[in-house]
């Protein structure tokens, strides 16, 4: 097929959204499409369940409500619709008053920044939509507190550190058990008590009704306590209030966000396989992995302000589909691999592997149309800076399908609350849609609590190790000694690892170095 009659048949545009894909890079025939049908209007059927209320996640027996969170008319119950409403306008509140200053800190300061602390999706989409959207001197700036790195949260801390009392801490912990966001929480309060503050008087969380958390908070005398709800996902939480709160206090159209999530949910609701720019890619995901998994999605936003978009999905796509395990019990081992950064930076690095390498990766490109507000200047052979990074974006795109690789192109007008809402909602319908083809839960990670559960009994035979040392002052043990010593002989390779660590930091535990380091000497 030519190249025009291929872009005018695989050309989805929605006229009142301004989205368009351009699918022909992918080479799905109509045959393809026709034998596939079956199977894709069984999973747009499962949408339509899922948004009506169904139990989508029958392993935790939940339903999956992150679409009710942009268009509360479609939840099933008014209860909950009251809920979201509730929650939304009691976060717009409380954003409003710091911004402008009636909520003060404990010394009667403006909160000027806001420490988020929260793991996985409770930071990574907020990350993304406030790196995208954020415009510098509005609102209160954002740090992330999202990992239990020691040296990354004093990084942030020293951030702040002049001016602390003007610092918001926001807790997000649906469970209010997640050990990382624990300890980032633990490591701020004690920042804030070593600088003579009040730790509850700069501090808000977001949590499940009735955790420990919201206790603690209430204990305390924290800010305020904004609600979680079990029927939404981590990663598919940033339009509740894990990422309406950040957002709103930096100043953010968080109304246009879920706006142009809403509108896009509602494309994903055609019956048509063309109509539906949902089904369309996971179609296309479909065919590239053949139903199996095993690829690699590459993610390509030709925009700087899309720069974690790729990160972002990674957790989206991944957890959601990374499964080793179907929904009958059968192994399956099913997964897409996402990597990405931003073009056209990425041409001087792994574009490379993509035209030459392995046919094992499918391509999407994300172009924005609208380079800048107001006009740009020419910078050579008569075209500006936007005309040769859409130059570089099709010129790379050309290049992959000129040697059979697949790709996607997403094209929205422009970069704003609304299209950045519109690109999640996709992904996120997508991802439910491909689930349901390939028959995983899209919304449980059992494999995620597998190295939580080993952190814990490694946390257990560290502190056993240590007593042991602490018990027996100035005797030296080798990690080999020191296991049998505990009763734990067959896990001597992870107490050197522990103790080598411990003795790196821990003034109480000294190491004697020798070779071969293995047979090295620790004392408490």
């Known amino acids: 097929m030519k190249e025009w009659d291929k872009l005018c048949k695989n050309l989805f545009y929605d006229k009142e959204t301004g989205l ?16 596939k049908s079956a199977k894709l209007d069984d999973a747009l059927v499962f949408m339509d369940e899922l948004e009506k209320g169904c139990i989508a996640n ?18 099933p119950k008014k209860e909950i619709a009251d809920e ?28 000027k920044y806001a420490l988020v602390s929260g793991m996985g ?21 954002l740090y992330f507190l999202d990992n239990t790195d020691p040296a990354g949260m004093d990084r942030i801390f020293g951030l702040v550190e002049e001016c602390l009392d003007e610092a918001l801490l926001i807790v997000i912990s649906k469970s209010g058990g997640t050990i990382e966001t624990r300890n980032s929480m633990e490591e701020a309060r004690a920042f804030y008590e070593g600088h003579g503050l009040d730790f509850g008087k700069h501090a808000v969380c977001i949590t499940g009704k009735g955790s420990k958390l919201e206790a603690q908070a209430e204990r305390e005398g ?16 940033v339009m509740s209030a894990v990422g309406l709160l950040p957002l709103s206090l930096a100043g953010i159209d968080v109304d246009g966000l879920l706006l142009g999530a809403s509108d896009c949910d509602r494309l994903g609701r055609n019956k048509s396989f063309r109509d539906n720019p949902a089904a369309i890619m996971a179609l296309a995901w479909y065919y590239a992995s053949g139903g199996e998994g095993g690829e690699s999605m590459v993610v390509l936003p030709y925009r700087d302000s899309l720069g974690l978009f790729a990160k972002y999905l990674q957790q989206l796509v991944m957890e959601s589909l990374g499964k080793e395990f179907d929904l009958d019990g059968g192994t399956v081992n099913q997964g897409l691999a996402v990597f990405g950064n931003k073009g056209s930076s990425d ?12 046919f094992n990766v499918f391509t999407t490109f994300v172009q924005i149309l609208k380079d800048r507000e107001g006009k740009s200047p020419i910078v050579g052979e008569d075209s500006t800076s936007g005309d040769y990074l859409n130059a570089f974006m099709l010129g790379t795109k050309k290049a992959l399908e000129d040697h059979g690789k697949h790709t996607i192109t997403i094209t929205v007008p422009d970069d704003s609350a609304y299209y950045v809402g519109m690109l999640i909602a996709l992904y996120e319908r997508a991802v439910g849609i491909y689930a349901r083809m390939i028959n995983v839960n ?83």
């Open 58 to 75: 029958p392993d935790e027996k939940r339903m999956v409500g992150h679409y009710w969170l942009r268009n509360t008319e479609i939840a």
């Open 347 to 358: 041409q001087h690095s792994y574009v490379q592997q993509l035209v030459g390498g392995p």
């Open 84 to 111: 979201i409403n509730g929650a939304k306008n009691a976060v717009k509140k409380f954003a409003d008053s710091v911004v402008k200053g009636k909520i003060l800190s404990e010394k009667n300061s403006k909160f």
């Open 222 to 237: 924290w800010l305020a306590v904004f609600p979680m709800w079990d029927w939404v996902g981590g990663r598919t939480s």
């Open 442 to 524: 899209a919304y449980h990670q059992p494999a995620v609590e597998f190295g939580k559960k080993a952190a814990n009994r490694l946390i257990e035979l560290k502190n056993m190790a240590k007593a042991c040392m602490l018990e027996n002052p100035g005797k030296a043990f080798t990690a080999e000694e020191l296991a049998a010593a505990i009763g734990r002989k067959d896990e001597k390779a992870d107490v050197f690892r522990l103790m080598l660590h411990l003795a790196s930091n821990d003034e109480a535990i000294t190491m004697e170095e020798v070779q071969p380091i293995t047979e090295s000497r620790f004392r408490g």
């Open 121 to 141: 999706g409770s930071s990574l989409g907020p990350a993304f939509i406030y790196d995208a959207l954020h415009e510098k001197g509005v609102g209160t700036e």
């Open 20 to 35: 368009m894909i351009e699918y022909g890079g992918m080479d799905i025939s109509d045959k393809y499409i026709a034998e």
